[in-house]
């Protein structure tokens, strides 16, 4: 099998060579940039399987890059940063960053982290039952095994990782309130802290999605406790 393919974007040079000699050591193939621009060059040159990304870089952010990159691209998006504030999180979640690592952070971690997402991303990280089966709510379609939603008139509506297993979170305990630090524990998306916005903007996020015309999306928030997805759902 071919390496995954891993785009470090990170201008400290002395942080940039150590993360770089960690990923190759644990197989992956690595490329570096130190500025936008050279991201930009690296993925016109070669497809990325998953971004590493620094919000503080010299000239254009890391959120500014993300959001462009959003536009017409879904690879995965690790962020890290020194900002360790709570917008930053937020800010990422919103813009469809897979993860969010704060400096410093030992190789170890991001090695985990790296791993967890590309098997999220692919769909390897889910049991046999979830990689055959659909679930279904209201003539909307949840594929477990290609990661995709669909709405009832049949299109496909674009979901982040984390959007995904949230809703995946949903699906498994319908018409049950799930409190706010339940859902991040079953989430396989590292979603923060029960004590941060991080939840309730990827569940506004899914409310917006599943919102139809004048019908709301069918989650409910439980004041004081969390959250019940209200449909009835149906699996095969």
């Known amino acids: 099998m071919t390496a995954p393919s891993i785009l470090l974007v990170e201008d400290d040079p002395s942080l940039r060579v150590l993360t770089m000699r960690a990923l190759q050591q644990h197989g992956y193939h690595v490329r570096a940039a130190e500025t936008g621009a050279e ?4 993925l016109d040159n070669a497809p990325a399987d998953l971004i590493v990304l620094d919000i503080m870089l ?14 017409d691209s879904d ?23 897979d993860d969010y690592l704060p400096k410093p952070f030992g190789t170890r971690e ?13 769909g390897e990280d889910r049991g046999t039952e979830e990689r055959v089966n659909e ?12 990661r995709e939603l669909r709405s009832p008139s049949g299109g496909i509506v674009d979901l982040t990782s984390a ?26 998306s590292r979603l923060g802290n029960s004590s941060d916005r991080s939840v309730d903007v990827l569940v506004s996020r899914l409310r917006r999605k599943l919102s139809r015309g004048d019908k ?10 969390g959250y019940l997805f209200s449909e009835g759902v149906t699996r095969g």
Request: proline residues 5%.
């Open 110 to 122: 991001l090695i985990a982290r790296i791993g967890a997402v590309l098997r999220r991303h692919s």
């Open 135 to 146: 679930a279904h709510f209201d003539g909307w379609t949840l594929s477990f095994a290609r």
């Open 58 to 71: 010299p000239g254009t952010s890391g959120i500014e890059l993300l959001r462009r990159l959003r536009r």
């Open 75 to 97: 690879v995965p998006v690790i962020f890290i940063s020194a900002r360790v504030s709570e917008p930053d999180r937020v800010i990422g979640l919103e813009l469809g960053a």
């Open 216 to 225: 709301d999306a069918p989650i409910v928030t439980v004041r004081g406790v």
């Open 163 to 188: 959007e995904f297993d949230l809703l995946s979170v949903f699906l498994h305990e319908p018409q049950r309130v799930i409190g706010r630090e339940r859902l991040i524990e079953l989430s396989r």
């Open 39 to 42: 991201m930009w060059v690296a």
